[in-house]
């Protein structure tokens, strides 16, 4: 036995293309000293498992020829067959369980692979969206921008200039109430030509107004919640973390109207020196749920996009909190 095991010990020591030779030996020993055939059933086993069938013959021949010359007791030999034989089917039995975990952990790691591939590729497109949006804003925003130049500028200019026409040809003296009336049209022109200067340099800058996108998307809310908002935070945002806090605050705002019996929303956006930080929160009760929704994901992807984090925690109501470190963002 201690030969036999000495055998399957060296079978699992060398290589697949080497584990024959202790087998082998081990089969050609068994002609030499018969005691050694009560071990055949555990080298039988290692060369089923690995599907070594010659070597397997190898020894079954040498058992057999041992059983047939005498050299061990009948009884002996009906038992070492018997134990062959269940050795030899355990072996194979093993061997295709080692080969399916095996195909199992390649597949699980494919999956893996797979998973994390979609969700860079997820990831990229969130952020494409992000710039198409923000490119057909800017687009439309330069579109309006250029009309009201063009045509209220222009004709706010021609009547500047005509009002300035009919100053210079009324006489102060004689007609006062007249051109009193003429220079207040002329101020009021002017006042307006301020005003659209202003309104374009708005519309053509490339900034995007948080607090007023996130007061739009919450301004039905009013009507049917007790709000809380909340802001505090300089103008010099990233425009990334603008998108990302706006598509944020609309995608919880959907999730409360649709799936929360809330009553109560919080909505606060702090500025610290570090970081940005976005805080949402009701009162509603909350179903547990082992997957998180279409929505939450996309929230963290965009999240984990500008490299911040998002938790979510569904003590005493629903709360999110969003944090994107200013470190990294341009």
């Not at 498992?49 to 020894?59: E, G, L, N, P, Q």
Request: proline share 2%; charged share 25%.
């Amino acid at each position: 036995m201690l030969a036999a095991l000495t055998a399957v010990c060296l079978q699992y020591a060398l290589t697949d293309k080497k584990g024959y030779i202790p087998e082998i030996i081990y089969a050609v020993s068994t002609l030499f000293s018969p005691s050694l055939i009560f071990g055949v059933p555990l080298v039988i086993y290692g060369t089923f498992k690995s599907r070594r069938y010659i070597s397997a013959a190898v020894c079954v021949l040498a058992a057999a020829y041992t059983c047939l010359t005498g050299s061990i007791h009948t009884e002996s030999a009906v038992t070492v067959a018997a134990l062959t034989l269940l050795s030899a089917l355990l072996g194979l039995r093993t061997g295709q369980l080692i080969r399916r975990e095996s195909e199992l952990l390649k597949t699980r790691d494919a999956d893996a692979e797979l998973f994390i591939s979609l969700k860079n590729k997820n990831k990229s497109l969130l952020e494409k969206q992000d710039y198409e949006v923000y490119l057909a804003t800017l687009k439309e925003r330069n579109r309006i921008a250029r009309e009201i130049h063009d045509n209220v500028g222009h004709l706010l200019s021609r009547s500047l200039l005509q009002t300035g026409a009919l100053l210079a040809i009324t006489d102060k003296e004689k007609q006062a109430a007249q051109y009193t009336a003429a220079e207040s049209v002329k101020t009021t022109l002017n006042s307006a030509m301020n005003s659209i200067r202003e309104s374009v340099h708005g519309l053509r800058d490339d900034s995007i107004d948080l607090k007023q996108s996130v007061e739009e998307a919450v301004s039905e809310m009013r009507k049917s919640y007790r709000l809380h908002l909340e802001t505090d935070f300089s103008d010099n945002i990233p425009a990334a973390v603008k998108l990302c806090f706006i598509t944020s605050v609309k995608e919880a705002v959907s999730n409360i109207v649709k799936h929360s019996n809330a009553t109560e929303v919080s909505i606060v956006i702090r500025e610290h020196p570090a970081l940005y930080q976005l805080c949402i929160s009701d009162n509603g009760t909350v179903k547990k749920s082992d997957s998180p929704g279409m929505g939450l994901s996309n929230m963290r992807d965009r999240t984990e996009a500008l490299g911040g984090i998002m938790r979510t925690d569904t003590d005493n109501g629903f709360k999110i909190f969003i944090s994107i470190k200013k470190e990294g963002l341009s």
